[in-house]
C-alpha cells in the first residue's frame, strides 16, 4: 500500500509518462536555477531526481518570481523525450534529448507570444503533430480557453494561427481552464485539463471524435467530502500490468502544491473514474510492488565538489559565488539588495514534508557588516544568522513581510566568535521556530512554495555552512529544547 502524497513537496504541475517499465516525471520550475527537474520511478510512488533539463535560464540575471517555465508536458516520440512549457513572456518553448538524463537540446522557440501557458505538443497516428496551450490573462488579457495548432512534426514552430477548441467560458461554471494534456485512447481524442483554480479546482476530461472538436466534457475528480483541496492538474498514465493512474497537485499554501497518485479506471460508458468514485483516496495497493523506498534528497553533506539536485537559485548562479567538497558549503559574501526576496547568491531547496527540523553549523569569516545564515523564504521570509556588528559578531533572527524592511524577529544576541548552530524548526502548518525563539509563519511565493535556504551578504570573505541536516517528526514547539539532530 501507498500513502498520499507520494511526493511530499512542491512539485508543481506535474506530468507523468512511462517508458518501457521506467516512470518520469517533470514539473514546473518556473524561475527555479537548474530548472525542469526530471524524475524517475518503478512504481510512480517512490521517486529520485536523475536530471534536470534546463541547466539554466537565458537572461536570468535576478529574480523574477512567478515567471518563466510555467507547467510543463513531457512526451517520448519518434525515439526521443520532449519537454514542452509555456513562457507567459516569451512564448511556448521545447527541449529535447534521446535520453532523460539528457544531454537535452537548449530552449526552442515553437511558438511566440506573450500569455502563451501549459503547452502540450501532441503527434497523431497519421504523422501530423500538433499543439494545445492554454491562456494566462495578465499577460493576454483571455483565458478559460485552449487553443490548437497544427505544428511541423520536428517541433520546431506552428503552421497555423490556431483555434480555440474549448472555451470555459460557454461552460457552466468554468473557470481558468487550464492545465491541458492531450491523449488518443480507442479512436477517440481526450484532454484532460483542471478549472477552477490551484486551491479551490477540479479536474475535468474533455472527449472528442476529432481533435480539433466538438468535445464533450465531465468533471472527473473534485474534492467532495475529502481533505484534499483542489486536486486537479497532472498526468494519465498506465502501468506495466495494465492498470491506469492518474497524478496530480494538491495545494498546500507554504509547502506548494504536492503530489498525489489515484487510482483510475474507464467506466462502462467510456469515461475515465479517478480515486474513489472521482474523489481524491488517502492511500491504495501499489501500482507496482516490490521497488525499493526512495524519495527526492533534502539534506547534504556537503562531501561532493557540485550541489545536489535538492538544491537550487533563484537566477542563473555564477561559480565564484560558492564551493563544496570536504563537509562543508562555502558562500562568497558578496554585496547586493538587502532584501532576500531580491538577492540572487541565495541556495535553497523545496520544504520537506513536515513536521520537520533543519540544523547547519556556521562560520562567518567576513569583512564587517557581513552576515549570512538559515532561511525561510517566501512572499514573507525569516531568518537566523551570524552578523558582524561594529560591537562584534552577533546571533541574529530577522523577518520581513511583503514590501517592508526587515525587523528584528528576536533581539540580536553578542557571540564570542562567529559561530553559531542554526536550527528552525516547522510544523504541519508552516508554522517556524528559529533556535528557541518567537514563531514566524511561513508564506508561499508567488505559485511556489516557500523555500529552505542559505545566503551570504557582505563585501568580503566566505560563510561556511558544515552538514545540512533534516530531520522528520521533530516539532519542538518553543522553549524547545529540539531533539537531537540526525539525518534522514
Given at each position: 500500500m501507498y500513502r498520499n502524497p507520494v511526493l511530499n513537496a512542491d512539485w508543481s504541475d506535474p506530468d507523468v509518462i512511462r517508458v518501457g517499465r521506467d516512470f518520469y516525471l517533470t514539473a514546473s520550475s518556473f524561475t527555479k536555477v537548474p530548472g525542469l527537474p526530471i524524475l524517475h520511478s518503478r512504481d510512480l510512488v517512490n521517486w529520485t531526481v536523475i536530471?534536470?533539463?534546463?541547466?539554466?535560464?537565458?537572461?536570468?540575471?535576478?529574480?523574477?518570481?512567478?515567471?518563466?517555465?510555467?507547467?510543463?508536458?513531457?512526451?517520448h516520440h519518434d525515439g526521443r523525450f520532449w519537454i514542452f512549457w509555456g513562457d507567459p513572456d516569451r512564448g511556448v518553448m521545447q527541449v529535447n534529448a534521446t535520453g532523460p538524463r539528457g544531454p537535452w537540446s537548449a530552449p526552442h522557440l515553437v511558438k511566440p507570444g506573450l500569455g502563451l501557458i501549459d503547452a502540450c505538443p501532441f503527434w497523431d497516428e497519421d504523422?501530423?503533430?500538433?499543439?494545445?496551450?492554454?491562456?494566462?490573462r495578465s499577460r493576454a488579457g483571455i483565458n478559460n480557453r485552449l487553443t490548437l495548432n497544427r505544428m511541423t512534426p520536428d517541433a520546431t514552430g506552428v503552421l497555423d494561427d490556431g483555434r480555440v477548441i474549448i472555451d470555459g467560458d460557454a461552460l457552466p461554471g468554468y473557470r481558468t481552464l487550464e492545465g491541458p494534456k492531450v491523449y488518443k485512447r480507442d479512436g477517440a481524442y481526450w484532454i484532460f485539463a483542471p478549472a477552477g483554480g490551484v486551491a479551490e479546482g477540479w479536474q475535468s476530461a474533455?472527449?472528442?471524435?476529432?481533435?480539433?472538436?466538438?468535445?464533450?466534457?465531465?468533471?472527473?475528480?473534485?474534492?467532495?467530502?475529502?481533505?484534499?483541496?483542489?486536486?486537479?492538474?497532472g498526468a494519465w498514465v498506465d502501468a506495466p500490468d495494465g492498470s491506469h493512474w492518474f497524478l496530480h497537485f494538491q495545494d498546500r499554501g507554504p509547502f506548494g502544491r504536492v503530489v498525489h497518485l489515484q487510482p483510475m479506471s474507464w467506466g462502462d460508458d467510456g469515461w475515465p473514474v479517478m480515486g474513489d468514485g472521482g474523489e481524491p483516496v488517502a492511500g491504495h495497493r501499489m501500482p507496482v510492488e516490490g521497488q525499493p523506498a526512495a524519495e527526492p534528497p533534502t539534506g547534504d553533506t556537503f562531501q561532493a565538489t557540485r550541489l545536489g539536485p535538492q538544491w537550487h537559485w533563484p537566477v542563473n548562479p555564477s561559480?565564484?559565488?560558492?564551493?563544496?567538497?570536504?563537509?562543508?558549503?562555502?558562500?562568497?559574501?558578496?554585496?547586493?539588495?538587502?532584501?532576500?526576496?531580491?538577492?540572487?547568491?541565495?541556495?535553497?531547496?523545496?520544504?520537506?514534508?513536515?513536521?520537520?527540523?533543519?540544523?547547519t553549523r556556521l562560520t562567518l569569516d567576513a569583512a564587517p557588516g557581513s552576515r549570512a545564515g538559515l532561511v525561510i523564504l517566501g512572499a514573507t521570509y525569516a531568518w537566523l544568522g551570524v552578523e558582524l556588528t561594529g560591537d562584534g559578531p552577533a546571533l541574529v533572527c530577522r523577518t520581513a513581510e511583503p514590501g517592508a524592511p526587515e525587523r528584528d524577529l528576536l533581539p540580536p544576541v553578542p557571540l564570542e566568535r562567529p559561530k553559531a548552530e542554526l536550527t528552525v524548526a516547522v510544523d504541519e502548518h508552516g508554522r517556524c521556530v528559529f533556535g528557541d525563539g518567537e514563531s514566524f509563519q511561513a508564506t508561499p511565493g508567488r505559485w511556489v512554495g516557500a523555500v529552505l535556504g542559505l545566503f551570504a551578504a557582505g563585501d568580503a570573505g566566505w560563510a561556511g555552512f558544515q552538514r545540512f541536516d533534516v530531520t522528520r517528526d521533530s516539532w519542538c514547539p518553543p522553549p524547545g529544547p529540539c531533539p537531537p539532530a540526525g539525518r534522514r
Open positions: 536530471a534536470h533539463a534546463l541547466p539554466e535560464l537565458e537572461g536570468l540575471t535576478r529574480p523574477e518570481p512567478g515567471c518563466r517555465v510555467w507547467a510543463p508536458s513531457l512526451r504523422g501530423t503533430a500538433w499543439l494545445v496551450h492554454g491562456w494566462a474533455f472527449r472528442a471524435e476529432h481533435l480539433a472538436g466538438p468535445y464533450e466534457d465531465r468533471i472527473v475528480l473534485e474534492q467532495g467530502g475529502t481533505g484534499v483541496n483542489g486536486p486537479h492538474q561559480p565564484t559565488w560558492y564551493r563544496a567538497g570536504g563537509g562543508s558549503l562555502m558562500l562568497a559574501c558578496l554585496p547586493g539588495p538587502g532584501d532576500l526576496r531580491e538577492r540572487g547568491p541565495v541556495v535553497a531547496q523545496r520544504l520537506p514534508a513536515a513536521p520537520f527540523t533543519a540544523r
